[in-house]
C-alpha cells in the first residue's frame, strides 16, 4: 500500500506574493526583517502568524494561546474537549459546551443544511473508519460503511437551549476538522486588530487570513499555488484585502491502492472519499469559518453543483482547478482574477 500523509504541506498554498511572506523577499515595500512571526504545531497542523506593523511578540502569544483553547475545546483527540464529552454522552445525555463551541456548531449545522449534508459535521463514523492518515486506515468492507454511514446524520445533532448539546444516538461521532481552524483563524484576527495589528498573515495549515493591507496600504496580492504535483508555480492572482483563503483537496490526507487515491473528506452519500475530478478547490470569504466549511463541501459537491451554490451566496468566491487542466472560479472574480498558468484553461460562468 503506497502511503503518503502530508502535514504542513499543502499542494494548494497561498503565497502571498512579493510581500515578504517568503524567506528571501525584500520587494514591495515589505521589510522582512520588520516582520515578527511565531510558529508552531496547533490544530494537528503547522501554524504560522506573521505580523507586518507590530513587533509585540505579547500579541503572538495572546494569539497561540487563543488558539490552543480552541483544541483543548474543539478537539476530537483531547479526551476533556467539549467535542469528546458530547460525543462520549452521544445517546445518553446532552452536554453543556462553551459559548465559541456552540457558535462553531451552530454555523456547522447551518452550513450542513446549506449544502445538504455535503458538509457534514457528524461525519465522524466514517472517519474512523477509513482511518485516514492514521496507522489504522484501511478500506473497509461495504457492510461496514453502510453500519457507519447509518450513524451519520446531522438532524440527529441537536442544538438546545442553554448551550446544551445532544447527538441522539449512542454510535454518533462529531466531527469539526472541517470548520474549527476557519473559525480558529477568525479567533486570531479578531486578537490582532483588537490589539492594533492592520497587516498580518495568519496561516493556519491552509486556512489562510490575509489581516488588513500590506503595510503600505496597498492590497496583499494572493497567489494561488498549483495543486499539480509536477509544475511548482501559481496558477493565479489576485489583489485581497481583509481575506480568508481556505483551500481543500485530496492532497492532504491519503492513502493509494490500486491506482485509487483513499482520501480525507467523504461524501456523506456514500460513505467513499468523495471522487471527482477536482485537482483542489479555494474559497475566499470574509470568515474564514465559512471558507472551511464551504471548502469542505464545494469539495464534495463538485464543479457544477458547487458553483452554482456560490453564485447564491453573498461575499463567497471559489476557484476550482481539475485535473484536466481547468480553472473554474466564480463570476466576481473575473475583474480581479489574473490566470498566470498558461498551461490552465479559464472558465468563467
Ligand atoms: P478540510 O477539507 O477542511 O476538512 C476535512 C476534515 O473534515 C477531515 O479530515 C475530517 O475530519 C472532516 N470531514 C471529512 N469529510 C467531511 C464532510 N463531508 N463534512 C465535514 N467534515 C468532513 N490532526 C491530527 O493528526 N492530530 C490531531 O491531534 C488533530 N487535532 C485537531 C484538533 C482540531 C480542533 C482541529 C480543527 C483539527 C485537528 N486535526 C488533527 C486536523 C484534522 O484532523 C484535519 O486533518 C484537518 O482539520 C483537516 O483540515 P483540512 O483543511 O485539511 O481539510
Ligand atoms: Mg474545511
Not at 133 to 143: A, C, L, V
Request: glycine letters at 8%; one cysteine or more; proline letters at 3%.
Amino acid at each position: 500500500m503506497k502511503k503518503r500523509f502530508l502535514i504542513g504541506i499543502f499542494m494548494i498554498l497561498l503565497v502571498f506574493n512579493v510581500t515578504g511572506c517568503g524567506a528571501n523577499q525584500q520587494n514591495d515595500n515589505v521589510n522582512v526583517e520588520d516582520t515578527v512571526s511565531k510558529d508552531g504545531f496547533l490544530l494537528g497542523t503547522y501554524v504560522v502568524v506573521k505580523m507586518y506593523d507590530s513587533d509585540n511578540e505579547e500579541i503572538l502569544n495572546k494569539v497561540f494561546d487563543r488558539l490552543k483553547e480552541i483544541e483543548d475545546r474543539m478537539s476530537i483527540n483531547i479526551d476533556k474537549s467539549d467535542v469528546s464529552e458530547i460525543n462520549n454522552n452521544a445517546g445518553i445525555k446532552s452536554v453543556r459546551v462553551h459559548d465559541d463551541v456552540y457558535f462553531v456548531l451552530r454555523k456547522a449545522k447551518e452550513y450542513a443544511e446549506i449544502t445538504d449534508g455535503a458538509f457534514e459535521p457528524t461525519i465522524g463514523p466514517l472517519v474512523k473508519l477509513w482511518g485516514i492518515g492514521s496507522k489504522d486506515e484501511k478500506i473497509p468492507t461495504q457492510p461496514e460503511i453502510n453500519d457507519s454511514l447509518a450513524q451519520v446524520d446531522y438532524n440527529k445533532l441537536k442544538l438546545l437551549d442553554d448551550n446544551m448539546v445532544f447527538l441522539e444516538d449512542e454510535q454518533m461521532i462529531l466531527d469539526l476538522g472541517g470548520i474549527a481552524k476557519g473559525y480558529a483563524a477568525d479567533e486570531a484576527k479578531r486578537i490582532l486588530l483588537e490589539n492594533g495589528v492592520n497587516s498580518a498573515i495568519i496561516d493556519l495549515g491552509g486556512n489562510v487570513y490575509a489581516v488588513g493591507s500590506k503595510p503600505d496600504g496597498s492590497p496583499w496580492r494572493i497567489a494561488i499555488q498549483s495543486p499539480f504535483e509536477t509544475r511548482g508555480n501559481h496558477v493565479g492572482v489576485m489583489p485581497e484585502s481583509d481575506i480568508s483563503i481556505v483551500s481543500s483537496g485530496d492532497y492532504e490526507r491519503y492513502f493509494e491502492e490500486n491506482n485509487k487515491r483513499y482520501h480525507h473528506i467523504i461524501d456523506s452519500n456514500t460513505g467513499y472519499p468523495a471522487w471527482n475530478n477536482i485537482a483542489g478547490v479555494s474559497v475566499l470569504s470574509k470568515d474564514s469559518i465559512d471558507g472551511d466549511a464551504l471548502s469542505t463541501a464545494l469539495f464534495v459537491l463538485g464543479v457544477e453543483k458547487g458553483l452554482r451554490l456560490v453564485e447564491k451566496l453573498e461575499d463567497i468566491d471559489v476557484i476550482y482547478i481539475t485535473k484536466d487542466n481547468k480553472i473554474y472560479i466564480s463570476s466576481q472574480l473575473k475583474e480581479k482574477f489574473e490566470l498566470a498558468d498558461e498551461e490552465l484553461e479559464l472558465i468563467i460562468p
